[in-house]
């Protein structure tokens, strides 16, 4: 399976709000960006990701699900993009810092170092191992 990373100021969407939508989590909608679009084309029911506090704290600080898969955004008027559903899983113990992340040398082709713009990208499993042990799991 996959792993991936969602992106979002906490003052718009945090984890915390996410983890009050309960098990059924909520969409993932609004993504208005081609590359993030074919990320979320490619997630599978059941894979997880990190959620990331941009702009606001600038870490990661919880484990996501996708739980429905990608299907067309009706908040998009185009017909261009999509979403998919994610639920919270469990926050970090510690949540790891982008100053963190860029100061580990085994992370320095994160798509979170070089691609910080996407709001939805891929982590490998190298990256999803190491993050985790960071952030206390």
Same mark, same amino acid.
């Given at each position: 399976?996959?792993?991936?990373?969602?992106?979002?100021?906490?003052?718009?969407?945090?984890?915390?709000?996410?983890?009050?939508?309960?098990?059924?989590?909520?969409?993932?909608?609004?993504?208005?960006?081609?590359?993030?679009?074919?990320?979320?084309?490619?997630?599978?029911?059941?894979?997880?990701?990190?959620?990331?506090?941009?702009?606001?704290?600038?870490?990661? #600080?919880? @484990?996501?699900? =996708?739980?429905?898969?990608? $299907? +067309?955004?009706?908040? !998009?008027?185009?017909?261009?993009?999509?979403? #998919?559903? @994610?639920?919270? =899983?469990?926050?970090?113990? $510690? +949540?790891?810092?982008? !100053?963190?992340?860029?100061?580990?040398?085994?992370?320095?082709?994160?798509?979170?170092?070089?691609?910080? $713009?996407?709001?939805?990208?891929?982590?490998?499993?190298?990256?999803?191992?190491?993050?985790?042990?960071?952030?206390?799991?």
């Amino acid at each position: 399976m996959a792993h991936w990373l969602f992106k979002s100021e906490p003052s718009a969407w945090s984890f915390e709000k996410l983890a009050g939508c309960g098990p059924d989590g909520t969409d993932w909608s609004g993504v208005r960006n081609h590359s993030a679009k074919l990320n979320m084309q490619a997630m599978k029911v059941g894979e997880q990701g990190f959620f990331y506090h941009s702009n606001e704290g600038k870490a990661i #600080v919880g @484990i996501v699900e =996708v739980s429905k898969a990608y $299907r +067309p955004d009706p908040s !998009d008027k185009t017909g261009k993009f999509g979403m #998919v559903d @994610i639920r919270a =899983v469990r926050p970090l113990p $510690r +949540p790891v810092t982008l !100053d963190a992340v860029k100061a580990e040398k085994r992370l320095h082709a994160m798509a979170l170092v070089t691609n910080s $713009r996407l709001s939805v990208q891929p982590v490998t499993e190298a990256e999803w191992a190491l993050i985790s042990d960071m952030g206390g799991l």
